[in-house]
């Protein structure tokens, strides 16, 4: 391996741009560049700081023969390294966050139901008052989301002691690497047919609602088949959640697609814009809701939020999305 195959492989372990490299050697974007197309070498005393910065001996960089890293501290690797028993406790715990994450966003998404049926059976059968019935379904509709969100704050703290996995801060142990790309692409199969599960939930969802409505079906029909569609929705999503739970751990422990090193600036832009996106978009649809009264129709905030942020997650990324199942 040549120089400039190190210098580039040493930064994208790092999960820095050419521009971030120039900044910390002092040099420009384009001379990074040169290094890395075998255009041109850098100077020795920019090679003494390359080897500083990434941590390995300078033999490493100058010798074409060495092919395995050799790092300045005399060791053989930048990070600990992982073992087979500690990636499958790390699997078992994203496995188990996936569970409980799909549960929370399940109660999410039908949190509104019990409110419609109330209002339902008030309205058109009179099995309550309706001022009881409005009452009563905001109740549950908000013990629902309290829920779901306790159990989102619960299950965050299972991933903390997992925190240098999650930056990539690792190195497999050797033989790990081949045992987990088999197991990702069993997953894969798995997860294709799952998730074509849930595009025909999805797909679906709506025909009950517009089967009513074309047959002009009493409004209590209408508020039934809605309710429905908020189920079939939630199984949708909890579908797709597990489905792509295991693929993106193993892609995780292999800092493969999405969580490749180079990927890192995309993964810390996403994080800042979750943080202000969802908050907001919940506090819209509350808002909405409980001012218009019509969450037989607010729920529709939820499928136009997500395409939109389906957008402005392409929008802040710095790399195409290759995955692919």
Same mark, same amino acid.
């Given at each position: 391996?040549?120089?400039?195959?190190?210098? %580039?492989?040493?930064?994208?372990?790092?999960?820095?741009?050419?521009?971030?490299?120039?900044?910390?050697?002092?040099?420009?974007?384009?001379?990074?560049?040169?290094?890395?197309?075998?255009?041109?070498?850098?100077?020795?005393?920019?090679?003494?700081?390359?080897?500083?910065?990434?941590?390995?001996?300078?033999?490493?960089?100058?010798?074409?023969?060495?092919?395995?890293?050799?790092?300045?501290?005399?060791?053989?690797?930048?990070?600990?390294?992982?073992?087979?028993?500690?990636?499958?406790?790390?699997?078992?715990?994203?496995?188990?966050?996936?569970?409980?994450? +799909?549960?929370?966003?399940?109660?999410?998404?039908?949190?509104?139901?019990?409110?419609?049926? %109330?209002? /339902?059976?008030?309205?058109?059968?009179?099995?309550?008052?309706?001022?009881? +019935?409005?009452?009563?379904?905001?109740?549950?509709?908000?013990?629902?989301?309290?829920?779901?969100?306790?159990?989102?704050?619960?299950?965050?703290?299972?991933?903390?002691?997992?925190?240098?996995?999650?930056?990539?801060?690792?190195?497999?142990?050797?033989?790990?690497?081949?045992?987990?790309?088999?197991?990702?692409?069993?997953?894969?199969?798995?997860?294709?047919?799952?998730?074509?599960?849930?595009?025909?939930? /999805?797909?679906? /969802? +709506?025909?009950?609602?517009?089967?009513?409505?074309?047959?002009?079906?009493?409004?209590?029909?209408?508020?039934?088949?809605?309710?429905?569609?908020?189920? %079939?929705?939630?199984?949708?999503?909890?579908?797709?959640?597990?489905?792509?739970?295991?693929?993106?751990?193993?892609?995780?422990?292999?800092?493969?697609?999405?969580?490749?090193?180079?990927?890192?600036?995309?993964?810390?832009?996403?994080?800042?814009?979750?943080?202000?996106?969802?908050?907001?978009?919940?506090?819209?649809?509350?808002?909405?809701?409980?001012?218009?009264?019509?969450?037989?129709?607010?729920?529709?905030?939820?499928?136009?939020?997500?395409?939109?942020?389906?957008?402005?997650?392409?929008?802040?990324?710095?790399?195409?999305?290759?995955?692919?199942?």
């Amino acid at each position: 391996m040549i120089l400039s195959q190190k210098i %580039l492989q040493l930064r994208k372990k790092q999960g820095w741009s050419q521009e971030e490299l120039a900044e910390k050697l002092g040099v420009s974007r384009q001379s990074v560049s040169k290094w890395e197309g075998a255009v041109s070498l850098p100077e020795i005393d920019k090679i003494m700081e390359l080897a500083a910065i990434f941590g390995v001996t300078t033999d490493y960089l100058l010798r074409d023969d060495m092919e395995t890293a050799e790092y300045a501290d005399g060791s053989d690797r930048r990070y600990p390294a992982l073992s087979i028993e500690q990636a499958d406790a790390f699997l078992d715990v994203r496995q188990r966050y996936a569970r409980w994450m +799909a549960a929370g966003v399940a109660l999410c998404v039908v949190s509104p139901v019990p409110l419609l049926l %109330l209002a /339902c059976g008030a309205e058109y059968f009179g099995l309550l008052s309706e001022n009881l +019935a409005g009452g009563l379904g905001v109740v549950i509709l908000l013990a629902l989301v309290a829920a779901a969100v306790a159990v989102f704050i619960v299950i965050s703290g299972w991933l903390q002691p997992w925190l240098k996995v999650r930056r990539g801060e690792f190195e497999l142990s050797y033989g790990v690497s081949g045992i987990l790309q088999s197991r990702l692409e069993i997953c894969r199969r798995r997860t294709a047919a799952m998730t074509a599960s849930g595009v025909a939930l /999805c797909i679906l /969802c +709506a025909v009950p609602l517009l089967l009513a409505a074309g047959l002009e079906a009493p409004e209590y029909m209408l508020l039934l088949a809605v309710c429905l569609l908020l189920t %079939l929705v939630a199984g949708a999503s909890a579908i797709f959640i597990l489905a792509d739970g295991p693929v993106e751990s193993l892609q995780m422990l292999l800092q493969q697609g999405y969580f490749a090193p180079e990927r890192r600036e995309d993964r810390r832009r996403e994080r800042k814009l979750d943080a202000v996106y969802w908050p907001v978009v919940t506090a819209l649809y509350l808002g909405v809701s409980f001012y218009t009264r019509a969450w037989h129709m607010s729920w529709i905030v939820w499928p136009v939020a997500g395409v939109l942020y389906g957008a402005l997650r392409a929008l802040v990324r710095r790399h195409p999305d290759e995955e692919e199942f």
